[in-house]
């Protein structure tokens, strides 16, 4: 997808060779709706993205390919490595890799409401624009709150996490259902045709996350809601469930798979595992 897709998509059909969409969102772009009659393939993630597209024999419902994997038993390890305690309820707060200046604002003004409170903890990635400026916040104001401009490690911190607050972009969302974590998803507002609200309702319509409009969001109404869903075990469990059965997290394989057959490929040399590959390079260096 993507305007710079086309000059290849369109190159290929002049050569004859297959073409493979993958299309993210519930809303697809532009450039994979015009695409889209050229296509052999076209893979989708949100059944509520069929209906744009006229062909329904060419989609694939594959999913978002992600390398998220919470790693087993370093629960303990995160918790210190964050100096986060165990005994808290822990709150992840993503704006995106740039970070959301709205809801670092809005989580700037909500921390009154935490001060004190020794049952949850706060870590939020903020990006480089409003780092210092949340940071300045956080020192004086009674809440324990790690802040991080980017976090490299998202797995780790996927593996702690009783709630994720983000924005509701396709590959965040296939990462937390990847994770079975249940959210509260605030929709950049602005996102072409409004399609990280269309993301975000295809779970809320589903019970599996919770849904907040960026025109609503405040500090008061952020630690209303984060404090409603704490206070409810069973609710983010249940979501944590919901969100996990819309995962699909073979997607990688699936893709590979219809490109290495459209390419005429042995199936034996579809896409090893990171396992496999590890595994691999072992024996070559064994041999060695």
């Known amino acids: 997808g993507g305007y710079v897709s086309v000059a290849a998509v369109i190159a290929a059909k002049l050569r004859r060779r297959p073409t493979v969409l993958q299309e993210q969102n519930s809303i697809p772009g532009k450039s994979n709706r015009m695409l889209a009659r050229f296509a052999d393939e076209i893979h989708i993630h949100f059944t509520e993205s069929r209906r744009f597209f006229k062909d329904r024999g060419k989609l694939r419902l594959s999913g978002n390919p992600v390398r998220i994997k919470i790693p087993e038993g370093n629960a303990r390890r995160t918790l210190q ?7 808290r309820k822990t709150v992840l707060i993503l704006g995106g ?7 670092n604002n809005a989580f700037r003004n909500m921390l009154p409401h935490f001060r004190n409170d020794r049952s949850v903890q706060f870590v939020i990635q903020t990006g480089r624009n409003d780092y210092r400026a949340v940071l300045g916040s956080v020192r004086n104001s009674g809440a324990r709150v790690v802040v991080k401009s980017f976090i490299n490690n998202m797995e780790e911190l996927y593996g702690v996490a009783d709630l994720v607050v983000a924005r509701a972009g396709a590959m965040t969302l296939a990462e937390i259902a990847a994770c079975g974590i249940p959210s509260l998803l605030i ?3 602005y996102a072409a045709d409004d399609h990280q609200t269309a993301n975000a309702r295809a779970l809320s319509d589903k019970e599996a996350a919770v849904m907040m ?3 609503d969001l405040s500090g008061d109404t952020l630690a209303e809601e984060i ?7 069973i609710k983010l469990r249940r979501m944590g469930t919901l969100v996990y059965a819309l995962s699909r997290p073979n997607a990688a394989k699936h893709v590979a ?5 459209l390419a ?3 199936p034996e040399s579809i896409l090893n595992t990171p396992e496999d590959y590890d595994a691999e390079n072992l024996k070559q260096q064994e041999a060695r």
Not at 81 to 87: A, E, M, Q, T, W
Not at 257 to 261: G, Q, R, V, Y
């Open 97 to 103: 890799s740039q970070g959301a200046r709205s809801l």
């Open 187 to 189: 929709p950049y507002p």
């Open 213 to 215: 409009a960026d025109s």
């Open 81 to 87: 490595k964050y100096r986060l305690f165990p005994d």
């Open 227 to 233: 404090r409603k869903l704490l206070a409810d075990d």
């Open 264 to 266: 005429g490929a042995a």
């Open 257 to 261: 798979e219809s490109i290495e057959a």
